[in-house]
T-cell receptor, first 116, second 114 residues
Framework: DQQVKQNSPSLSVQEGRISILNCDYT??????FLWYKKYPAEGPTFLIS?????DKNEDGRFTVFLNKSAKHLSLHIVPSQPGDSAVYFC???????????????FGKGTLLTVNP | DAMVIQNPRYQVTQFGKPVTLSCSQT?????MYWYQQKSSQAPKLLFH???????NEADTPDNFQSRRPNTSFCFLDIRSPGLGDAAMYLC?????????????FGPGTRLTVL
């Protein structure tokens, strides 16, 4: 049962336009959400995060929006650049079963291609 | 720069031959994680250490073991690799504690099983 879903395996956008990557989750215990960017043959790189008490967080060209009632978050990249081409993973954090720490649950990722 | 380092970046082993993957960190984080990621899949948590406390995921096969001899290092041991264990193995760290925080990943080790 996938608790974090990224329903679009891929997205293609023109340089300079907005990229919108979407993520849905089912577990209401998630209280912290993150986006990671991954290039081929590299590990995921942290991009931006948002706490469940907020609905928006912005960092330069990247903005994450959280809609708790819809259990939905999105990542907006404006303007998109060719260097943004990568796989983007959505991740959600909740306490592990023992309560001692938090663990991340990842979506399957969305491949973003920004065309020059 | 503080970082998470994984060695080797690429590992080839034979079916059934034990293999050890290494992770080290200079972030002085309390928690170290091991993930398995197969092509076009989400990273899957295998286990994590909070300091010296080992936390195994319920569906992690017994074939996978881990050691954390000190704060900086953590090892993933695959006792008898099968063809299905070929994957990218990712190590991550976080400060840990009562507040959710960010995990920082190493570059990964690509394991091939022949």
């Amino acid at each position: 049962d996938q608790q974090v879903k990224q329903n679009s395996p891929s997205l293609s956008v023109q340089e300079g336009r907005i990229s919108i990557l979407n993520c849905d989750y089912t577990n209401s215990m998630f209280d912290y959400f993150l986006w990671y960017k991954k290039y081929p043959a590299e590990g995921p790189t942290f991009l931006i995060s948002i706490s469940s008490i907020k609905d928006k967080n912005e960092d330069g060209r990247f903005t994450v929006f959280l809609n708790k009632s819809a259990k939905h978050l999105s990542l907006h990249i404006v303007p998109s650049q060719p260097g943004d081409s990568a796989v983007y993973f959505c991740a959600a954090s909740a306490r592990n079963s023992g309560g001692s720490n938090y663990k991340l649950t990842f979506g399957k990722g969305t491949l973003l291609t920004v065309n020059p | 720069d503080a970082m998470v380092i994984q060695n080797p970046r690429y590992q080839v082993t034979q079916f059934g031959k034990p293999v050890t993957l290494s992770c080290s960190q200079t972030l002085n984080h309390n928690v170290m994680y091991w993930y398995q990621q197969k092509s076009s899949q989400a990273p899957k948590l295998l286990f994590h250490y909070y300091d010296k406390d080992f936390n195994n995921e319920a569906d992690t096969p017994d074939n996978f073991q881990s050691r954390r001899p000190n704060t900086s290092f953590c090892f993933l041991d695959i006792r008898s690799p099968g063809l299905g264990d070929a994957a990218m193995y990712l190590c991550a760290t976080s400060r840990g504690g009562r507040v959710a925080d960010t995990q920082y990943f190493g570059p990964g080790t690509r394991l091939t099983v022949l």
